[in-house]
């Protein structure tokens, strides 16, 4: 991909919609000489609209156009540098990237940084600051549009099959990530930043002008991302950089191939060199470097909770060492709940799920995995799950027919399958479905339904990331004790659904779980978050709750100026009321 150059002089510009498609426009036409914007910006952005999902039915001309571009990621390996203000490196670090659902398949090598690299990457991200976030703001969003255009138009086969490949995404799950919900992630940011510039303060005082302006944050931000969703890696390491600021990137090594595709795409959409660094390397040697560096002034994160609580550890032991209080934001694990009243509609319950358990094999962060279940609904809806757990098709990510397909390598293997052990030797547990895992080609686990007698059972309280979902019948009668148990019964408060007609009793239920879920879903499943319709993020220990997505996410990344601009000279220091007269 030939990288497009960014200047003050010429930037390379979105396509200007036609007058017809002139609604719903962000912005207001105001007058602004300066290039940074203290008010509204003087131009209007296009308007902002979710990306239609593809089908990829059968004979659909999408459909063979992915099938064109997984022919030709296979039989390829794809050599990945770190890049580093804008120079590729290739240290000779090399690490391998094998496809999980056939693991003797290698699909990437990639070139680990040392410390020295990564100090490197954090001077040249430095050195690119200052002029990136005094550029004007329509030509940082400029690169944004053309962005996610690349992703929907050029690159979207490319960034489809990267992801189906390298993280064993089915063709739906891998269209609504690494398609959909990354090309949202840009273009909806644009309209939080303008939705931000355009806040200033309401009142002024005779001959007074108040203002706001919304600078980047002073230093660098270390974007540290998982591999379970292509979007995320994306918009943790580019979303800031439109406010002005500059990344470290470490992608995850699971979605080293897709997280690579988004680089190259981010630099031929325009982004300047030293801006958004990529930097693969050992979290330790990633994790130690950055947080040790004066100039870190935030860490947005998604992945463990353990992980997140060392680096907020490491930044309280170095927080002497800081130039500013670094800002810590991040998204961790979760134990989702599926909550059933006795009045919940049956299929639709089964049906919800099934899809949020079991989809890309419960590897979401929100994928439910405890289930509370009354007992007069339970023999219905415990024969729709087994059957339908039964009719799910695992296999290849690129099989069209896959309903689910492997877990992302064999340490999740390994871990999943310890559970499942346990699940078979524990008195207190039943596996209904599933049960098994199989790693002689890929690293699959059967989805696995599991009813305890224990609602405390370890399996109800830990989070496992994988296909296994255990359920507790609870007597009707038993209804208020059954919320309590579901807001006490996990440390994360991520996502929670609520299956229930009657509204009285709904009502009181969310007073009562109110604090149990970042994300809160009525008669629908816990996954599915849509970028500008349900913001997402959790809190306790899933995460800061800082919502991306959403407009207040974009305020992470500014540090305001107030400015306050007298318009006529003072003629004494004194005030009436020291005037003897």
């Given at each position: 991909m030939q990288a497009l150059r960014f200047s003050r002089q010429a930037v390379t510009l979105a396509?200007?919609?036609?007058?017809?498609?002139?609604?719903g426009y962000i912005g207001v036409y105001t007058l602004c000489c300066n290039h940074r914007f203290y008010s509204s910006p003087a131009v209007i952005v296009p308007s902002m609209r979710n990306e239609p999902q593809l089908n990829f039915a059968p004979g659909s001309p999408e459909r063979e156009d992915l099938k064109k571009a997984l022919a030709k990621f296979n039989g390829h390996i794809e050599d990945i540098p770190c890049v580093v203000g804008g120079n590729e490196i290739f240290t000779g670090n090399i690490q391998k990237r094998e496809c999980p659902y056939d693991k003797e398949r290698v699909i990437a090598k990639y070139h680990y940084a040392d410390k020295g690299l990564i100090q490197e990457a954090i001077q040249c991200a430095l050195k690119a600051r200052e002029e990136w976030d005094n550029s004007p703001f329509e030509h940082r969003a400029a690169v944004f549009l053309r962005a996610a255009d690349l992703l929907s138009t050029k690159y979207r086969f490319d960034i489809l099959a990267a992801t189906i490949i390298g993280q064993g995404k089915t063709v739906h799950q891998a269209e609504i990530d690494a398609t959909c919900e990354?090309?949202?992630?840009?273009?909806?940011?644009i309209q939080g930043a303008m939705e931000i510039y355009q806040t200033q303060p309401p009142l002024h005082s005779t001959n007074v002008w108040n203002r706001l302006e919304y600078r980047g944050l002073e230093g660098f931000i270390a974007s540290i991302t998982p591999f379970n969703f292509t979007a995320i890696g994306g918009n943790l390491a580019a979303t800031p950089t439109l406010m002005g600021n500059v990344t470290l990137w470490k992608p995850s090594d699971t979605a080293i191939l897709s997280n690579w595709v988004v680089f190259k795409v981010l630099q031929e959409a325009g982004i300047p060199d030293g801006v958004i660094n990529f930097v693969p390397a050992h979290g330790l040697d990633f994790g130690n470097t950055v947080t040790s560096s004066p100039d870190l002034t935030a860490i947005s994160f998604t992945g463990s909770t353990k992980t997140f609580k060392h680096l907020w550890k490491q930044v309280g032991t170095n927080i002497d060492n800081y130039k500013t209080?670094?800002?810590?934001?991040?998204?961790?694990?979760?134990?989702?709940?599926h909550l059933i009243h006795e009045?919940?509609?049956?299929?639709?319950?089964?049906?919800?799920?099934?899809?949020?358990?079991?989809?890309?094999?419960?590897?979401?962060?929100?994928?439910?995995?405890?289930?509370y279940v009354p007992e007069s609904l339970w023999p219905q809806i415990k024969e729709g799950l087994i059957t339908g757990v039964k009719d799910i098709r695992v296999g290849p990510g690129e099989d069209f027919t896959s309903f689910t397909s492997s877990v992302i390598d064999a340490n999740s293997f390994k871990k999943i399958s310890g559970y499942l052990e346990y699940a078979k030797s524990n008195s207190e547990l039943t596996i209904l479905a599933g049960g098994n895992g199989d790693d002689s080609v890929g690293y699959f686990i059967e989805p696995t339904i599991i009813q305890t007698t224990n609602p405390n059972n370890r399996l109800m309280e830990e989070e496992i990331f994988g296909p296994v979902v255990t359920i507790y019948v609870y007597p009707n009668n038993k209804w208020n004790e059954t919320l309590e148990l579901v807001n006490n019964t996990s440390p994360y408060s991520l996502t929670g659904s609520i299956y229930i007609r009657d509204r009285y009793i709904l009502d009181e239920a969310m007073r009562i779980l109110r604090n149990s879920a970042g994300n809160m879903y009525i008669n629908d499943k816990s996954t599915g978050s849509v970028v500008g319709q349900q913001p997402f993020g959790g809190s306790a220990m899933s995460g800061t709750n800082d919502k991306t997505g959403g407009t207040s996410y974009m305020l992470k990344w500014v540090s305001p100026l107030s400015i306050k601009e007298t318009t006529v000279p003072l003629t004494t220091f004194g005030y009436p009321s020291v005037d003897e007269n």
């Open positions: 396509r200007r919609p036609p007058a017809s498609e002139w609604v990354l090309i949202d992630f840009y273009r909806f940011a209080f670094p800002r810590m934001v991040g998204e961790c694990g979760g134990k989702n709940y009045t919940a509609d049956v299929e639709s319950v089964i049906n919800g799920s099934i899809r949020s358990g079991f989809e890309y094999s419960g590897q979401k962060c929100s994928a439910m995995s405890r289930m």
